[in-house]
């Protein structure tokens, strides 16, 4: 079992940045494929980005790529997603996932474990 626990959401202006960790327990984290989603009110969850188990490739949605950067320190069990020049449309709830071998790395039904998600805000 791996228990997944999301913190540094909050409230941002727009252009501002935020950094997202996800610190993981139970299970060896460095065999885990991370990856980031998200979920805004009424639509439906969708990928943001995910990391390899040692962190040597990385991978985007197009709305983040340039903005966003997800990395994992497998010494502390943690994985990031530093957030920059944030817009309205970022906003949403954030959610890591761990999957050991996800076939797809942006399908979310691949993913076994959820953290319960971090809310982010950006005002105009």
């Known amino acids: 079992q791996v228990q997944l626990v999301e913190s540094g959401g909050g409230l941002v202006q727009a252009g501002g940045s935020l950094r997202l960790s996800c610190a993981t327990s139970?299970?060896?984290?460095?065999?885990?494929?991370m990856g980031w989603f998200r979920q805004a009110p009424g639509k439906e969850r969708e990928f943001v980005a995910a990391?390899?188990?040692?962190?040597?490739?990385?991978y985007y949605a197009d709305s983040v790529k340039g903005r966003f950067t997800i990395s994992r320190d497998n010494a502390k069990n943690t994985v990031y997603l530093q957030m920059n020049s944030l817009n309205p449309e970022d906003t949403a709830v954030y959610y890591c996932?761990?999957?050991?071998?996800?076939?797809?790395?942006?399908?979310?039904?691949?993913?076994?474990?959820w953290g319960q998600g971090t809310q982010v805000t950006v005002s105009s």
């Open positions: 990391i390899s188990w040692s962190g040597g490739s990385t």
């Open positions: 139970g299970r060896t984290f460095s065999s885990y494929v």
């Open positions: 996932a761990a999957d050991l071998d996800p076939s797809a790395y942006a399908e979310g039904y691949e993913y076994d474990y």
